[in-house]
Every structure is written in structure tokens, then in C-alpha cells.
Nanobody, 127 residues
């Protein structure tokens, strides 16, 4: 079992930045694909970003490409999401997730690929 705990959410003005963190338990963190998703009120959960086990490869959702950066520190069992140039439409609950398959590809965008989920952290961007 892997437990994921997100932190770093909050209220920020449009144009501002936040960095989310996701701390994972377990010794196999370094073998997992890690992803970030978000869900705004009344909307479906949306893929944000994913990163390979060694950080060498990343995928981003179209709406965040160029503004958000996913990274990981396997020594700290932590994955990060740096969010710049935030917009009101980025307001959502952000979730991190872990995929045991260890294979990063286009299917990283699919929720069903992920085996473990955090409880989420709220990000609110005011206009």
C-alpha cells in the first residue's frame, strides 16, 4: 500500500504561483509513475501532469502546458507541481496519484491507470 498526502494548496491571485507537494509512504515510490489531476466543482477530473520514475520524461495536459512543471525527488519520496501564471480557471482540488506499472506513455492521462490517490488539496485562484 502507498499513502499519498498533498500539501501546498491555498488562495492566490491570478498571475501568481504555487508549489504543490505530494509525500508518499512506502519504499517503492521511486518505481512509480506519478501524476497530478484536478477537479473543479461540477466538472470531471482532469489530467494535469505525469512524470516517469526517474523524472526524465513528463506529460502535461494542454491547459497547463508551459505554465506548470512536475518534478520529483525520489530521495524524499515526494512529487511536486510548480504552478505559474495561475488563472481563475485553475481553481480546483488537486490530487496526486501513483501508477505501479512504471511505464509512462499517453495512457498516463487516464485516471484508471493509477492505483493510489491522495485526498486532494484545494487551489483557489482569484481574479
Amino acid at each position: 500500500q502507498v499513502q499519498l498526502v498533498e500539501s501546498g494548496g491555498g488562495l492566490v491571485q491570478a498571475g501568481g504561483s504555487l508549489r504543490l507537494s505530494c509525500a508518499a509512504s512506502g519504499r517503492t515510490f521511486s518505481s512509480y509513475i506519478m501524476g497530478w489531476f484536478r477537479q473543479a466543482p461540477g466538472k470531471e477530473r482532469e489530467f494535469v501532469a505525469a512524470i516517469s520514475w526517474n523524472g526524465a520524461s513528463t506529460y502535461y495536459g494542454d491547459s497547463v502546458k508551459g505554465r506548470f512543471t512536475i518534478s520529483r525527488d525520489n530521495a524524499k519520496n515526494t512529487v511536486y507541481l510548480r504552478m505559474n501564471s495561475l488563472k481563475p480557471e485553475d481553481t480546483a482540488v488537486y490530487y496526486c496519484a501513483a501508477d505501479r506499472s512504471g511505464v509512462l506513455g499517453p495512457l498516463a492521462r487516464a485516471e484508471g491507470r493509477y492505483d493510489y490517490w491522495g485526498q486532494g488539496t484545494q487551489v483557489t485562484v482569484s481574479s
